[in-house]
Structure formats: C-alpha cells, structure tokens
C-alpha cells in the first residue's frame, strides 16, 4: 500500500466518499423457507447471508441446557471463493471460530434469551464476498435474521468499523483501507440504549485519539441502525400485503 493515500487534502476516500460516509447497503430478510430467518446484505462489495433456526430443543447433551435462558450457538464461515486467498477450510479454523464467538457475545446482550429456558437458537453466517468490514456485516445480516425468525430481542444490534488516518477518524473501513494498516476497531453497538455488545481493537491507538474514532464508529452503527430499520419495515409491509391484512 506504499503510496496510496487513503484520504485526500480535499477529505474523500479512494472509494470517493466523506470520511464518516458508510458504504452503500443492501438487504433483504426471508430469503431462505426452509429456515425459521433468514436475510440477506451487501455492504459495498461485503456480501453475506444469515440463517436462524430456533428456539428448539438442545440437541446433543442436554447437559449443555441452560434452566434460566437459551443457548445462543453462532457459526461463521466464509464461502473459499469470497476472497483472492483460497483456502481448504472455509469454516472450523481459529478466525471462524473467533468470529462466532465475537457475534455469540453481540446476540447473548441482544436477544431475551430468558423467554426460551432449556432451549437453543442457531445463527449460521457465510461471507459470499469480503471487503472490509466483515465483523459488521455479519452482525447486520444476523440481526435481520434474528427479527424475521420472531426471536424477541431488547434492540437491533447493530455494527461497524471505524479506522484512524492521517489525524481523521474513517467509519466503514473498505479492504484497502484494512489492508493498509493502523488501528481499526469493530464496534457492535444496540443503538437504542447506547450499550456496547462488543468492541475491539487490533492495534495501538493514542488515547487522546480513542474517543473521536470510537464516535465514528457509533455514529455509523446508528446510521446501519436508520437503514436496517427501513429494510425491516418493508419486509413488515410486503408480507402484510401478501397476507391481505
């Protein structure tokens, strides 16, 4: 990336937008029958799909039952053709299941799992297409699909990156802008209460920096949480017409 600036003196991106400007989104909900949810969503070229089945019965060891509360079990994979790298293992290595455990940790804050005792619903997620932001995107599409299986949540959860260059806080980091390094954090927010589900940060950053790269990204989980919104009210109003109510 040696020679490509990332931010103008006039303030754009490579990709041409402001410095906070999310990328443009894309996403549909119940794309799947066979599935209790399921939604689909493109965040610029990110591309990924989200399926949910639950709350059903623990299957395997009923050990693993919760008396309180639902299981909340995420699997992420990424289909081998997502990205220039290939790879024999799309699901099951140590970056998947980090990944499962970092949306387990967003949905366990979201979802009323204490309405489902002794019960366990299933998020599976796969990248179609990665650049950038993958984290978020995930979680945007697994909250669509959350909301169309009817599973009871306290808020939308709602994510997205945010980077730090040249002095400026970027939301919505592109791969380029990822592969180029510097610190970026991914923030997965619940836009109504204001309350982190998770947040993390892969490299240093100055603290006096923290706060304004912080905003950025919970200024674009909520602009995530303006479209998704929409999407869901859209999908409400189609499947109401095909109703006849």
Same mark, same amino acid.
């Given at each position: 990336?040696?020679?490509?600036?990332?931010?103008?003196?006039?303030?754009?991106?490579?990709?041409?937008?402001?410095?906070?400007?999310?990328?443009?989104?894309?996403?549909?909900?119940?794309?799947?029958?066979? %599935?209790?949810?399921?939604?689909? $969503?493109? @965040?610029?070229?990110?591309?990924?799909?989200?399926?949910?089945?639950?709350?059903?019965?623990?299957?395997?060891?009923?050990?693993?039952?919760?008396?309180?509360?639902?299981?909340?079990?995420?699997?992420?994979?990424?289909?081998?053709?997502?990205?220039?790298?290939?790879?024999?293992?799309?699901?099951?290595?140590?970056?998947?299941?980090?990944?499962?455990?970092?949306?387990? @940790?967003?949905?366990?804050?979201?979802?009323?799992?204490?309405?489902?005792? /002794?019960?366990?619903?299933?998020?599976?997620?796969?990248?179609?297409? %990665?650049?950038?932001?993958?984290?978020?995107?995930?979680?945007?599409?697994?909250?669509?699909?959350?909301?169309?299986?009817?599973?009871?949540?306290?808020?939308?959860? !709602?994510? !997205?990156?945010?980077?730090?260059?040249?002095?400026?806080?970027? &939301?919505?980091?592109?791969?380029?802008?990822? &592969?180029?390094?510097?610190?970026?954090? %991914?923030?997965?927010?619940?836009?109504?209460?204001?309350? $982190?589900?998770?947040?993390?940060?892969?490299?240093?950053?100055?603290?006096?920096?923290?706060? @304004?790269?912080?905003?950025?990204?919970?200024?674009?989980?909520?602009?995530?949480?303006?479209?998704?919104? /929409?999407?869901?009210?859209?999908?409400?109003?189609?499947?109401?017409?095909?109703?006849?109510?």
């Amino acid at each position: 990336m040696a020679g490509l600036e990332l931010l103008s003196d006039q303030g754009y991106r490579v990709d041409g937008r402001r410095a906070r400007e999310l990328r443009k989104i894309q996403a549909r909900m119940g794309v799947f029958a066979q %599935a209790d949810g399921s939604a689909y $969503i493109e @965040q610029g070229n990110t591309k990924a799909l989200a399926v949910v089945y639950g709350p059903h019965e623990i299957r395997g060891s009923r050990s693993r039952a919760l008396p309180d509360r639902a299981l909340v079990n995420c699997q992420y994979s990424s289909a081998t053709f997502s990205t220039g790298e290939r790879k024999r293992r799309p699901h099951g290595d140590r970056k998947s299941c980090e990944m499962g455990l970092q949306l387990r @940790q967003a949905f366990e804050a979201a979802i009323l799992t204490q309405l489902h005792p /002794r019960s366990q619903i299933d998020i599976y997620v796969q990248v179609l297409q %990665a650049d950038g932001g993958i984290y978020a995107a995930c979680v945007n599409v697994a909250t669509l699909a959350v909301l169309d299986a009817g599973i009871p949540m306290r808020d939308f959860v !709602c994510a !997205c990156s945010a980077g730090f260059v040249d002095g400026t806080a970027l &939301a919505d980091l592109s791969h380029v802008e990822e &592969a180029a390094g510097g610190p970026q954090l %991914a923030l997965a927010l619940l836009p109504a209460s204001g309350q $982190i589900a998770l947040l993390e940060m892969d490299a240093r950053l100055h603290e006096d920096h923290l706060e @304004q790269v912080l905003e950025a990204a919970a200024q674009a989980a909520r602009d995530v949480h303006t479209v998704l919104d /929409r999407v869901v009210r859209q999908h409400v109003q189609e499947a109401s017409i095909l109703l006849g109510d």
